[in-house]
């Protein structure tokens, strides 16, 4: 007489079948992670930086492996995923975690990510263009997202180095990011902001990555005179409509709660998170200081919803687990 599969092997094929399953959106977890990472960093709170990064790090390898596991040995399927706006989280995922890594002083690694991020942006930012359709999600603004993370990735690192022409190479990016916002903005469906299950905050978190692009590139030595003006202008601009688009985005959220875990739900704590960082970091590249205590409660709100959006995480595996869901 054989026995059936133990209750631990059931399990780990459960679990197993759970990450196999998991949709390119999954990648917005590294991202959520990674610039609470960032900003906890920038308020000195080094130890839980540090805990974030190294389960950010944890889910890119992960997430990774399984990116490459598909593209070798599922080619349909990637290639159909591949089409997609949530394809380019895994960009901005590597730019994310390759700028916290650069602020950590691991330099050849962040180059290294800065590489993968621009080749990556190269096979799926036109593929995702060509399929683009109308009444599009918040998943549409990730053009920008992914483009102003190689923006961002490149003047953290042209500073940390030093090197110009990585300077360039952020404020090439930095323009191109503005007019794929403007484009995508075409594209997006404004009743999501209603109905959106999380990842309608991205038309906002798209314009706060794009402040912080313009904040680090203020550092750059090619910025100088009136082209230091021009880009001041541009990034506070940027920062005040991200801050708009957040209050808009929170009074719909009161108004029409959507409290059902989702995994576009973290699509929603990086917007937040990256909203923080991107006002305390703007704050301090233009001088204007009283920036960095609404910096820094924007930034706790978001540590709270990253929170709240683990645990939802963290029950819908225990109830897949257990066969529950």
Do not use: N
């Not at 009283?290 to 930034?299: A, K, S, T, Y």
């Amino acid at each position: 007489m054989t026995s059936g599969p133990g209750p631990q092997t059931t399990h780990a094929a459960r679990l197993a079948a759970w990450w196999t399953a998991l949709p390119p959106a999954a990648g917005s977890a590294v991202m959520a992670t990674g610039i609470i990472s960032v900003g906890l960093y920038l308020l000195g709170h080094e130890t839980l930086s540090r805990v974030a990064l190294v389960l950010a790090c944890a889910a890119w390898l992960g997430l990774a492996a399984d990116f490459a596991l598909r593209l070798l040995s599922r080619r349909t399927r990637w290639r159909s995923e591949a089409d997609t706006p949530a394809a380019l989280t895994a960009v901005a995922a590597t730019g994310v975690l390759g700028t916290r890594l650069a602020l950590l002083g691991r330099s050849p690694v962040a180059l290294a990510l800065l590489l993968l991020t621009a080749v990556l942006w190269l096979v799926l930012l036109p593929a995702v263009v060509r399929h683009w359709g109308h009444r599009m999600p918040g998943a549409v603004f990730l053009v920008c997202v992914a483009t102003q993370a190689i923006a961002v990735l490149s003047a953290t690192l042209a500073a940390v180095l030093p090197a110009r022409p990585l300077s360039a190479v952020g404020a090439v990016f930095f323009c191109l990011g503005l007019v794929l916002y403007a484009v995508a903005f075409t594209r997006f469906d404004l009743a999501q902001v209603r109905t959106g299950a999380g990842d309608q905050w991205v038309a906002g978190g798209a314009l706060a990555i794009s402040a912080l692009a313009g904040a680090k590139l203020l550092a750059a030595p090619l910025v100088t005179g009136a082209r230091h003006d021009v880009l001041r202008a541009v990034t506070l601009i940027a920062l005040g409509l991200d801050l708009a688009w957040y209050l808009v985005l929170l009074a719909a959220e009161v108004r029409r709660p959507r409290l059902r875990y989702d995994v576009r739900r973290w699509a929603t704590v990086f917007p937040m998170g990256m909203t923080a960082v991107a006002t305390l970091s703007v704050g301090a590249a233009t001088g204007v200081s009283w920036l960095r205590q609404p910096g820094r409660v924007l930034l706790w709100i978001a540590v709270a919803v990253w929170v709240c959006v683990f645990v939802g995480t963290v029950r819908a595996v225990a109830g897949r687990v257990r066969g529950s869901s």
